[in-house]
């Protein structure tokens, strides 16, 4: 590996990976009053750390850490700091898909069946219809059913295997429906042609010969780096770390690790259009299908107004392509428990970024600083970003809360359960999301939905119940049993995640002791 160098410019600090791309002062100076708008901005949004990079014209002209890896102790985000990218991944996904498409092992329009028959959908002509290409634009129209692989102990070729009991939600390539369960199935038919995992394929055909030396595919890979982000939550009124979450399972879909040095080099070879350092690796027209519009986004009012001069959106292969200011820009973000990030790039000024952060929900700032970013290369007067999508973030949380209110005051105080708690434990069953198991335990009714979704059930009204759930990230829902005209208990009603749950064996055991 080339020694670094690192330039101070301007109050910035530019760290690359070789001398020939070393921060060059006059390229920095768009963004000259960059780091006290970020820091500001931190405040504002309190989020603890957070990383950026920008690339113009292959070279990096700005990456630099901010704040804290952790809230309560000292250690400082820098350039090496890993965070999870989670939906970022994508690309990844497609660019490694249209590596096998240079090497004659498929294309884009093959049937997803001629090399994965296991791949069934609810729908058999769906089934035999949907291509590769559909795998990674968004428009099957099937349930977007993200609880296969959320918290559940189930396999990628388990997930694979689940597909079939998704209902349709939309016609086939009628409508944009997000689903990280059809890109997991990208990543088993990658496996399934190479002969190898999609983990080995991104480290072989992506992550080596980039450079990406910190990059890396599942937690268990950064569990002993040092130098990594913790993400955080606001729980319970404070925010506070949070554990990672495993995606092992969704792989494919979003559990790529990185720090804003490995992203750097990632989007100097997409704007490389494949090439990088003088080598190509995969074919410039390859690279650019994966950036070509396949599958429309309306465009809502909150995105209008923190885009200026969108006319179009829309899903690319593992991108989401727009316009922004009259140029064309290619991006994404990724969010889990307890972080978010965006990268965006801009081709026609040769202009790339990546913002990598460790604060989950109520968090736009990533987007903020994009937009000040673009803003500043093309020379516009900006508004207040910041102040923009903090805006947009509040009256969302007003929308939130008026229909909290709404569902609190549709409440019919002073009914009763029509069976004893008792009774409504036992084990319920869905085709594609398997057990739901309700037990009482201590004269309260808990709900466990695969090995890590647990929660209690708090009785609302009639044989509705309020469930609780233990990790707060997820929030609460209303669940609701389901009697049949014979007074007999026949489901569980998860609105909103899962479908009814039927039930399947009678009441449980109870723990602490007889109900009331």
Known sequence: MRARTVVVVGGLVGVSLGATHAVHAQQAEPLAA???????????????????AVVQDDSVVLMRGYGVRELGRPERVDSATVFGIMSMTKAFTAAAMGMLV?????????????????????????????????LLSHRMGVDR????????????????????????VAGFRTAYGYSNNMFITAGQLIATVTGVSWDDVIRRRIFTPLGMANS??????????????????QLNGRLQPVPYRSLDNEAPGGSINSTVVDMARWIRFQLGEGEFEGRRYIDAQTLRETHAA????????????????IHFSAYALGWQVQDYRGRKLIQHSGGIDGQRSRIALMPEERLGLVVLTNRGRQNMLFDAIRNWILDAYLGVDAPDWSAEFLDVMRRNEERAANEERRVREARVRG??????????????????????????EDDALRIEVGPEIRGRMEHWHYDTFRIVWDYAYLGDMLGTFVLGPDGQLTGLELPGWWPTFQRVREPLPVVGGPSR
Not at 216 to 228: F, G, P
């Open 34 to 52: 960059f780091d006290a708008k970020v820091e500001q901005a931190m405040q504002d949004w309190q989020v603890p750390g957070l990383a950026v």
């Open 216 to 233: 890396s595919t599942s937690i268990w890979e950064i569990a002993d780096v040092a130098n990594r982000a913790s993400p955080h939550e």
């Open 415 to 440: 009914t009763r359960p029509a069976l004893p708690l008792e009774r409504y434990t036992g084990i319920y069953l869905d085709s594609a999301y398997g057990e739901a198991r309700v037990s009482l």
């Open 294 to 309: 396949q599958t429309p986004i309306r465009i809502g009012e909150d995105t209008r107004r923190l885009n200026p001069g």
């Open 102 to 134: 240079d090497d004659g092992l498929v294309r884009w329009d093959d049937r997803v069946v001629d090399h994965l028959p296991e791949f069934v959908l609810y729908d058999p002509w769906v089934t035999r219809e949907a291509r590769i290409r559909d």
């Open 145 to 168: 059913g993200d609880f296969l692989w959320f918290g559940t102990g189930y396999s990628r070729d388990d997930i694979v295997r689940h597909l079939r009991y998704l209902e349709p």
